[in-house]
Each structure stands twice: as structure tokens, then as C-alpha cells.
Nanobody, 130 residues
Framework: QLDLVESGGGLVQPGESLTLTCVAS????????MGWFRQAPGKKLEGISC????????RYADSMKGRFTISRNNAKQTVYLQIQNLNSEDTGYYYC???????????????????????RGQGTRVTVSS
């Protein structure tokens, strides 16, 4: 069974940091570019970041640059998203997604992952509140 499972969400206070984890099973992660996207309450899906299959290249949506860091450990079948200096606008569900290498030409595009992916997880909820 192919699966992506996110974890690490929860209730955090403004200004704190958080690391989200996405664990893949049922397929070999090193054959996939990976991305993270989110959905805030009442808003549309929003791409955050993506990372190449070997981890050598990462990209961020313009609005996400500076506070978000994506990384991966293929040996552990895991992708991470670090979020620093959280604020209330970061509240929402966070999802990881996978796209087979070669599906898209050129470097990965974070915006794509919200709507185009081979696999996605069920999400982890992040609530930022004092």
C-alpha cells in the first residue's frame, strides 16, 4: 500500500518553530520529487516548497521564502518541513505530496504540488494561537 503520513502538527504559540515530518511507505522515495502545501481555513490550497529527489535542489513559493525549510532523508523515507517564527496566518492543514521524477520538465515548482501530485498524505493540522 502506497502511503504518505504527515506528523508534527499541533498547537503552537506565535513566534515558535515547528518541524513537520512526512514518512513514505510502499514506494521508494528517492524516485520522487517531494513538496509541501497547505490549506488555511477558508482559503485555497497554497504551495509551500518542493525538493528534488536527491535533495540537491529546493524551491520555495515567493510568499514562503525565509521561514520555511524543506529537507529529506531518503534512507529514512522521510521529508521534513521546518517552519520558523509561526504566526496566525500559518494556521491550517499541511500536506506532503510526491511527484515521480520526470513528470514535470525542469526544476520542481512548489505551486504545482497543491494540485498536481502522484501521491499526497492526509495532512497534519497546525494551529498557531496564544
Amino acid at each position: 500500500q502506497l502511503d504518505l503520513v504527515e506528523s508534527g502538527g499541533g498547537l503552537v504559540q506565535p513566534g515558535e518553530s515547528l518541524t513537520l515530518t512526512c514518512v513514505a511507505s510502499g514506494f521508494s522515495l528517492d524516485g520522487y520529487d517531494m513538496g509541501w502545501f497547505r490549506q488555511a481555513p477558508g482559503k485555497k490550497l497554497e504551495g509551500i516548497s518542493c525538493i528534488s529527489s536527491d535533495g540537491s535542489e529546493s524551491r520555495y513559493a515567493d510568499s514562503m521564502k525565509g521561514r520555511f525549510t524543506i529537507s529529506r532523508n531518503n534512507a529514512k523515507q522521510t521529508v521534513y518541513l521546518q517552519i520558523q517564527n509561526l504566526n496566525s496566518e500559518d494556521t491550517g492543514y499541511y500536506y506532503c505530496a510526491a511527484n515521480l521524477v520526470g513528470r514535470w520538465a525542469g526544476p520542481c515548482n512548489p505551486s504545482i504540488y497543491a494540485y498536481e501530485h502522484d501521491y499526497r498524505g492526509q495532512g497534519t493540522r497546525v494551529t498557531v494561537s496564544s
